[in-house]
C-alpha cells in the first residue's frame, strides 16, 4: 500500500503489530509506503512497526524510546516493532518522506525463510519476542541499492510487485544488520556486554556526526559525550567503522556536496552549506576525494542526465 498522506492522530492511535482478542478497534500495521510531503508535522507512536524512516528531500526528527536521530536524505534509520516512536517536521521547508513500515506477520515469514537456510542473514542477533531480530537503532548511509529500491517500491502498481520489492528491502536491511554485528564484534573485549555498550556509543558518536557534518566539530567534545576517552575513542571508531572520526566526517560532508552540486548553488554556498570554512579547502578536497574538481562532477552529471 501507498499512501500520500500523514495518518490522522485517532488512526495512528489504533496501529498495532499484533492484534488482541479483545481489542478489535485496533488496526494491525500493514506493509506501507508513506510517501507524503509537509513543511510541519508531528505524530507520537506508543507502538511503532518495524520501518524504514528516511526521506527523499528534507529532515525529520525522530526520537526512538530515550535516543534522537536527524534523518537527513542521505541517511536512513531502522526502528524495532513495540518501540516508542516521537517523529516530526520542523525544518520549515518541505520535507518528502520515504517511510516504509512492514507487516509484524510478513516480516517474521520474511525472517524465518531466510533462518532456515544454510547461510542465514542473521547469525547471533538477538530476538525480539522469540521470532524477529532487534535491529540497532542508528543512521545509515542510504546507498545507490537502497535508493533504487525505495524508488521501485514507490512506482510499484501491483499489490504482488510492491511485496516483492518490499521482500528485497528487508533483506537489505537484514545485511545492514549483519554488518552491524560485525562492526560490534571488530570490538576488542572479552565481554560481550561492555562490547555492546562500547558500540553503542561509538555509533552514537557516529551519528553526531551524521547530524551536525555541516557545523564546526570537536572530536574531542563528541568523545566527551559518549564518555569515551579521546585516544581509546578515535581507535574505536575506526576499528568499527574503518575510519578515522575525522576521516568519516570528511566523507559525510563531500557526499553531501554531490546532492548539492546537482543543484544551482554556488560553490562558495555549497563549501559553507556541508562545513568547509574556504572553498578552496572545499575544491580541494573534492578533487582528492572525487579526482575531479566540483565543476567538472557538475558538468559530468548534467550530461548523464
Not at 517523529?87 to 518522506?97: C, L, N, R, V
Request: aromatic share 12%; glycine share 2%; proline share 2%.
Amino acid at each position: 500500500m501507498i499512501v500520500k498522506e500523514f495518518a490522522d492522530t485517532t488512526t495512528l492511535s489504533r496501529l498495532t503489530n499484533i492484534m488482541a482478542a479483545n481489542n478489535r478497534d485496533n488496526i494491525v500495521w500493514p506493509n506501507l509506503l508513506v510517501n507524503a510531503t509537509a513543511a510541519n508535522f508531528k505524530k507520537k507512536l506508543s507502538e511503532t512497526s518495524f520501518s524504514l524512516i528516511s526521506n527523499i528531500h528534507g529532515q525529520v526528527d525522530c526520537k526512538i524510546d530515550r535516543l534522537s536521530f536527524k534523518v537527513c536524505s542521505s541517511a536512513f534509520l531502522i526502528t524495532n516493532p513495540f518501540q516508542k516512536l516521537d517523529y516530526s517536521i520542523t525544518a520549515g521547508e518541505k520535507t518528502e518522506t520515504a517511510n516504509i513500515h512492514f507487516n509484524y506477520q510478513f516480516v517474521q515469514n520474511l525472517v524465518n525463510y531466510y533462518t532456515a537456510s544454510d547461510t542465514s542473514l542473521l547469525d547471533n542477533t538477538e530476538k525480539e519476542n522469540g521470532s524477529l531480530p532487534v535491529f540497532f537503532n542508528e543512521l545509515h548511509y542510504k546507498n545507490k541499492a537502497i535508493s533504487v529500491l525505495i524508488k521501485k517500491l514507490s512506482l510499484s502498481k501491483e499489490a504482488y510487485q510492491f511485496e516483492e520489492i518490499l521482500s528485497e528491502i528487508g533483506i537489505h536491511l537484514f545485511l545492514t544488520q549483519r554488518e552491524c554485528q560485525k562492526k560490534l564484534r571488530s570490538i576488542k573485549s572479552r565481554n560481550a556486554i561492555t562490547r555492546k555498550e562500547l558500540y553503542r556509543r561509538i555509533s552514537m558518536a557516529k551519528d553526531m556526526l551524521y547530524c551536525n557534518y555541516e557545523q564546526p566539530i570537536s572530536i574531542a567534545e563528541i568523545s566527551k559525550d559518549v564518555c569515551v576517552s579521546k585516544h581509546h575513542f578515535t581507535r574505536l571508531f575506526k576499528d568499527v567503522y574503518g575510519f578515522s572520526p575525522y576521516q568519516f566526517l570528511k566523507t559525510v560532508r563531500l557526499e553531501k556536496a554531490k546532492e548539492l552540486l546537482l543543484k544551482d548553488y554556488s560553490l562558495a554556498e555549497i563549501a559553507r552549506q556541508v562545513g568547509f570554512i574556504e572553498s578552496n579547502s572545499f575544491i580541494n578536497a573534492f578533487k582528492s576525494y572525487t579526482k575531479i574538481y566540483p565543476t567538472e562532477f557538475r558538468q559530468l552529471i548534467s550530461k548523464i542526465e
